[in-house]
């Protein structure tokens, strides 16, 4: 049962965000990739293809997509020139575009939260946040893996 509830919500959060990438003319790997650098801050594509397992020649690919639909941008890095960083742009129409689209499933989000109390609620957030450590770390797991086969 576990296995299955699993790979219906992550197969139903991956398209999900397809489909909110689709609106902004990026890939849902793009659209990841705006949201890595949004919570992470400024890094170094070197940085970026690290965190997602992508070469640099994708992660250069990918940041010129963020740039062209004004997601990202490039500067040079103040400490080191020879090097860039990407930084995460937030322009207020960018962000009032993102609000929409994501408006729908934030209502709904809400309230289906309603329904359950605080505790519950709590157990929720937990469980969550426990699954998103497992699954950083068994992506970890597998990557190192893979690179001793490499």
């Given at each position: 049962m576990a296995t299955e509830i699993g790979r219906r919500f992550s197969t139903a959060v991956v398209l999900?965000?397809?489909?909110?990438?689709?609106?902004?003319?990026?890939?849902?790997?793009?659209?990841k990739c705006g949201e890595?650098?949004?919570?992470?801050?400024?890094?170094?594509?070197?940085?970026?293809?690290?965190?997602?397992?992508m070469s640099t020649a994708a992660v250069t690919l990918v940041i010129d997509r963020l740039e062209q639909a004004g997601f990202a941008r490039r500067e040079r890095?103040?400490?080191?020139?020879?090097r860039v960083l990407v930084y995460p742009t937030a322009t207020p129409e960018i962000e009032q575009k993102v609000e929409e689209v994501f408006r729908g499933l934030t209502e709904k989000m809400e309230a289906?939260?309603?329904?359950?109390?605080?505790?519950?609620?709590?157990?929720?957030?937990?469980?969550?946040q426990q699954t998103t450590r497992l699954m950083e770390s068994e992506t970890d797991r597998l990557r190192r893996e893979a690179a001793k086969r490499a």
């Open positions: 999900y965000h397809g489909a909110v990438a689709e609106r902004f003319g990026l890939s849902a790997t793009d659209w890595i650098l949004l919570r992470m801050g400024p890094m170094n594509p070197t940085q970026l293809a690290a965190l997602t397992g890095d103040p400490n080191d020139r020879r289906l939260m309603d329904r359950y109390s605080p505790q519950q609620l709590q157990a929720i957030v937990d469980f969550i």
